[in-house]
């Protein structure tokens, strides 16, 4: 007669089992015992930058005490310091005068309600398809109390931000094809018109967010943990290393095993850098 077995001995068991099969370091099997059947996310990249090592970050912000301040005002203002203000910490002066734009723009006084600016800045990010900006202002849109139903597209909002996309779309691959004939039909579209302090608040935001995401693309942002496309649950690595150790840089995962396809960009990032060196030495 076989006798039962007690639930926290089958519990033991299994992580022994799986512990005997897979490299888990003794930190990761720790917390697997302790939290069973829950989902621990572990980052994807390796810092807030594929081109720019995470160390060389965290030093700026350390040394220099303006950098180390601003990231405080920053965090104590918005609860949150994103990628983009860690990479663009090495040039504290311009980070400055960047956080108090984006202040002005999206949080002080002005003619466009807090859901109408994080919409707006969504739409232009969407423009360059620069995925880190829309699921940024995505949150902060809905925090602000914006309809989800608008996030199915351009045609689930009002028709007033859809007449916006003629001029989204030229500001952001052709501007110098924008005549005076679009602004005018904006201003005088009868029950969905714009007023023109309304109008230049949307316009700046476009060009605003137009730009950044060519910075996020040029430096190489990262989505934070908690973003889409920052984190993974995948299981524990049947290499020498765990998983955790992949994540943090300490091993190498393999080429399939990259979402990211960080090698393969680090390997496009090299050519440039030796192109460019080339280029610069015949001058």
């Known amino acids: ?8 001995e089958n519990v033991e068991n299994n992580s022994f089992a799986v512990t005997s099969l897979l490299k888990i370091c003794t ?8 939290d069973l059947g829950v989902r621990i996310p572990r980052p994807l990249g390796n810092g807030p930058s594929r081109f720019i090592p995470e160390k060389e970050i965290l030093k700026v912000s350390k040394v220099d005490t303006r950098t180390q301040s601003i990231f405080e005002d920053a965090f104590a203002a918005l609860g949150r310091l994103d990628n983009i203000s860690l990479v663009m910490g090495f040039h504290p002066q311009y980070l400055e005068s960047f956080l ?13 309600s807090l859901h109408y600016r994080h919409y707006i800045g969504i739409m232009a990010a969407a423009r360059h398809q620069c995925s880190y900006l829309v699921n940024l202002h995505v949150n902060d849109f809905l925090q602000v109390g914006g309809d989800p139903k608008w ?3 351009l045609n689930e909002a009002p028709q007033k931000l859809q007449q916006l996309g003629e001029l989204n779309k030229i500001l952001a691959h052709r501007p110098w094809l924008l005549t005076k004939e679009h602004i005018e039909h904006l201003l005088k579209a009868e029950e969905h018109s714009w007023s023109l302090a309304e109008l230049i608040h949307a316009v700046v935001l476009l060009t605003h967010y137009h ?6 693309f040029g430096c190489g942002i990262t989505p934070e943990i908690h973003c889409d496309g920052g984190h993974t649950f995948r299981p524990p690595s049947v290499s020498q290393y765990c998983v955790c150790d992949i994540a943090n ?9 990259d979402p990211l396809g960080n090698q393969e ?14 280029l610069q030495e015949c001058r």
């Open 27 to 34: 930190h990761c099997e720790r917390l697997s015992k302790k």
């Open 265 to 278: 960009m680090c390997g496009e990032v090299e050519v440039l850098m030796e192109r460019m060196k080339q």
């Open 151 to 153: 996030l199915d597209g």
């Open 211 to 216: 730009s950044l995401a060519s910075f996020t």
């Open 100 to 112: 108090r734009t984006q202040h002005y723009l999206l949080q002080m006084d002005g003619p466009l």
């Open 249 to 257: 840089g300490n091993g190498h995962a393999n080429h399939h095993d």
């Open 1 to 8: 007669m076989r006798h039962a077995v007690a639930p926290a």
